[in-house]
């Protein structure tokens, strides 16, 4: 006999089996436990479910089902602009359509305001102007002196003047670590104005600088990026947001899975988009070389793209994930889903994030040098995933 805490655990298990499975004749069993488990976990995975589906008549169910907390963040606002839009077209009389599509819109403008995948999603929606909220660090006289006295800075200085990346990071993170908030803001503007690209990124994390484009942003490797972007006639931004999203510009970057440089890439990738290329492959260990990586790495995705018909969402998620999931994602989808339906349908957590982080880069890439921003292509609108 179970207690109630291990009944409740057991049935949550077995709620999430079905869902995962995602089988028609498991979802009576899943609307019966669902409502009964108090599990946004369980909410989420079952709303995904109905967007893979395009079954919007589950997703206006379970939505409330979301806790108060939950239910404000920027994916489920968004998706409940979505689902206001759906009622205002099937509500009647027409002044109650207009109440449901005054809140779709005022959902929409407030998720506009902010630098995230939602908010350009809805700027887009609206056709309003993508948002930076870019705010410099500003440093303090008094405290920036106070870093010259630092060892471990003189240190980290030393290391990079040998080449010694590896070790510079660690003694830079460790340092940092040491340090108030206050002083690891001096840090980060003493990193961005030497140029430690990866460094500046690290401190702006450390830190928590979320609003400084220039240190979480920087332009690393230019002379690799650039090179690259025109050999494979990629555009730049993208290779850019692809290695922030990566490896945070960090070139020793190794993933747990062996991946490896700016770009991740897996050796084996690495020597087939050589071989495509017709490039020499030297091995592992070159990349870490940035000029190999950016061009092995762009390489590849150039690829991508002519497998996919130049579709940037389908070929990034291919990057992630490889293109033998997309492919059995599509079939899955089967042309009923349009492109943040799809994005938001992708069975994998880190893909789906990669995927809405680095088309959310480019467009951060974009603003930041007056560019006109853009989220998706028409042909990445028009397309039926």
């Known amino acids: 006999r179970f207690s109630d805490y291990q009944g409740r655990k057991l049935s949550r298990y077995f709620v999430k089996c079905a869902i995962i499975r995602q089988e028609d004749r498991l979802k009576p069993f899943v609307d019966t436990m669902l409502p009964l488990l108090d599990s946004d976990d369980l909410v989420e995975l079952r709303l995904r479910w109905a967007i893979r589906e395009a079954d919007f008549a589950s997703l206006i169910a379970y939505l409330p089902q979301?806790?108060?907390?939950?239910?404000?963040?920027p994916r489920w606002q968004y998706w409940q602009s979505r689902v206001d839009e759906i009622i205002s077209t099937q509500a009647s009389p027409a002044p109650s359509s207009d109440i449901v599509d005054n809140h779709s819109n005022n959902r929409l403008a407030n998720l506009s305001k902010h630098r995230n995948f939602?908010?350009?999603a809805a700027a887009l929606e609206l056709n309003s102007e993508y948002q930076l909220e870019h705010l410099d660090t500003v440093t303090d006289p008094a405290l920036r002196q106070k870093i010259f006295d630092d060892k471990a800075l003189a240190r980290v200085i030393e290391l990079l003047a040998i080449d010694k990346?590896?070790?510079?990071r660690s003694e830079w993170v460790q340092m940092l670590g040491r340090h108030s908030r206050a002083m690891q803001k001096e840090y980060a503007i003493f990193a961005l104005e030497n140029k430690w690209h990866a460094l500046g990124v690290q401190a702006s994390i450390q830190g928590k600088l979320w609003n400084d484009m220039r240190l979480r942003f920087p332009y690393a490797a230019e002379q690799a990026f650039v090179t690259a972007s025109k050999k494979q006639k990629v555009n730049i931004d993208e290779l850019r947001a692809i290695a922030r999203r990566e490896s945070a510009f960090y070139p020793y970057a190794t993933s747990g899975?062996?991946?490896?440089?700016?770009?991740?890439?897996?050796?084996?990738?690495?020597k087939e988009a050589a071989r495509k290329a017709g490039v020499k492959y030297k091995g592992t260990p070159s990349l870490y070389i940035n000029e190999i990586n950016i061009r092995l790495g762009s390489a590849y995705y150039a690829s991508l793209l002519k497998r996919f018909n130049n579709n940037r969402v389908l070929a990034t998620a291919a990057y992630n994930a490889g293109p033998h999931r997309v492919k059995r994602w599509l079939k899955k989808t089967n042309g009923e889903?349009?492109?943040v339906a799809f994005i938001e349908a992708i069975p994998f957590t880190e893909t789906r994030e990669y995927v809405q982080a680095v088309l959310s880069y480019r467009v951060i890439y974009q603003i930041k040098q007056g560019k006109q921003p853009e989220l998706f292509s028409a042909k990445e609108l028009d397309f039926k995933y």
């Open 337 to 339: 889903l349009d492109v």
């Open 118 to 120: 939602y908010g350009y």
């Open 165 to 168: 990346t590896i070790d510079a």
């Open 257 to 270: 899975a062996g991946a490896r440089g700016l770009m991740q890439l897996m050796p084996a990738t690495a």
């Open 66 to 73: 979301l806790s108060e907390q939950k239910k404000t963040k």
